[in-house]
């Protein structure tokens, strides 16, 4: 039904199984075209390209995520080429803070966990870091909430696929210091299930990115800021603020929108694809609400399937992302499974202990229908 966006990368993934597309979703054909666009554009514009890019190409792409996420002020959104750099930006903006608690919970994204590691080591840096997978998380992380001051949670988990419920993030906000931060990591959810921003639209920090369900590969980054948000990110560069290019400044200024948390000269490439990709689906009415549906659809039909169910972190599709998550007893066990599953050309992931079947547009029943027998198999001779 969708394949039809597809042809390329179908192509040369001839006989293969690829449910891995909550790790790099596969292009649709149209970002080439978008590709060979900007190419012609840098040509056409030489100097004056990025006037026409700030003026076109950016508020393109600001407009189609402020659709898709239901935002207001789509002037509120930076785009740095990965989402460590906006978090980096929005950390840095706290650096000289006396004390600076941050809570979190044990199951975000690598760069996140690697990055308050390493700041961690500073004298005025804290964590309180909740284990999301207690039956008393909520309860644990809401009773640190009051003594934050910056708040780190994904909405969806990357390693187990299960949704936040948009219930807890109001009790977030509601017992949150009003000075702190709360940032919402939206990278597995953003495109592949219905998300509304607009209440939350002055309250959050929301950031999420291009290469998975966007569908318009790396390099597209993006994070919505508050509108009277005056944070001044100490990591800060010539894209912050372009209005004062020319006139010396004594004091360094920023915009007084989401670009003050941009960085500096980088390739906008990616915001080609995107809006090559998103004016395609929107034009052929291909909503996030569909494609919601047809995932789902594609997910009924695995777990319906699959033998071992018991294994799989959560089946309730109500509060699961566009993964299925299989656990394991080592991440020894895990390693060989995905090993032996990509032998019989069925592409997974794998993070720790888990391994992860994704589901992307370009797949039909019928292919999942092909392979079932054989990831039953494997998955019995390897676990057992
Ligand atoms: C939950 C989550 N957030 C963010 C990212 C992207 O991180 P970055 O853009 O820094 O590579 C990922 C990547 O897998 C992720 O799983």
């Given amino acids: 039904m969708y394949k039809k966006y597809y042809k390329n990368f179908l192509e040369t993934h001839k006989g293969k199984l690829h449910l891995a597309a909550h ?43 402020a659709n898709i996420l239901n935002l207001s002020h789509p002037e509120q959104i930076a785009f740095a080429p990965n989402t460590h750099e906006l978090l980096s930006r929005l950390l840095s903006c706290f650096s000289n803070n006396d004390s600076f608690e941050i809570l979190t919970t044990k199951s975000e994204f690598h760069s996140f966990s690697r990055q308050l590691k390493r700041l961690l080591e500073l004298p005025n ?23 934050a001051d910056f708040i780190f949670i994904s909405h969806v988990f990357y390693n187990s696929g299960k949704v936040l419920s948009f219930s807890f993030l109001d009790k977030i906000i509601e017992h949150k210091k009003d000075k702190s931060i709360l940032c919402l990591d939206g990278y597995h959810g953003f495109c592949a299930i219905e998300t509304d921003l607009s209440k939350y639209e002055n309250d959050i920090f929301y950031l999420a990115g291009g290469y998975k369900y966007a569908q318009a590969g790396e390099g597209a980054c993006f994070m919505v800021c508050p509108k009277d948000t005056d944070l001044r990110p100490l990591n800060t560069g010539w894209f912050a603020s372009f209005s004062s290019l020319d006139i010396p400044q004594e004091k360094i200024d920023y915009a007084n929108n989401g670009m003050r948390f941009w960085g500096a000269t980088q390739d906008l490439t990616p915001l080609y694809r995107f809006n090559y990709v998103w004016d395609q689906f929107f034009n052929d009415e291909v909503s996030i609400k569909k494609i ?8 009924i039909y695995f777990i319906e399937n699959f033998e071992k169910t018991q294994l799989l972190i959560n089946t309730n599709l109500d509060t699961q992302g566009h993964f299925l998550t299989l656990e394991l007893s080592s991440h020894k066990l895990c390693e060989k499974l995905h090993g032996e599953l990509e032998k019989n050309n069925i592409l997974t992931d794998f993070r720790a202990n888990r391994l992860r079947f994704g589901f992307g547009l370009y797949l039909e029943t019928e292919d999942l229908k092909q392979k079932m027998k054989t990831i039953n198999q494997i998955v019995f001779q390897v676990v057992g």
């Fill in 23 to 65: 790790s790099h979703h596969f292009w649709p054909d149209i970002t080439r075209d978008a590709v060979i666009k900007s190419w012609d554009d840098s040509a056409k514009y030489s100097d004056k390209k990025w006037e026409y890019i700030f003026t076109n190409i950016v508020p393109k792409a600001q407009s189609h995520i």
């Fill in 125 to 147: 840096i804290s964590a309180i870091i909740i284990d999301n997978e207690s039956p008393t998380f909520e309860e644990d992380f809401l009773s640190h909430v009051k003594n």
């Fill in 292 to 299: 919601d549906h047809y995932i789902k659809k594609l997910q």
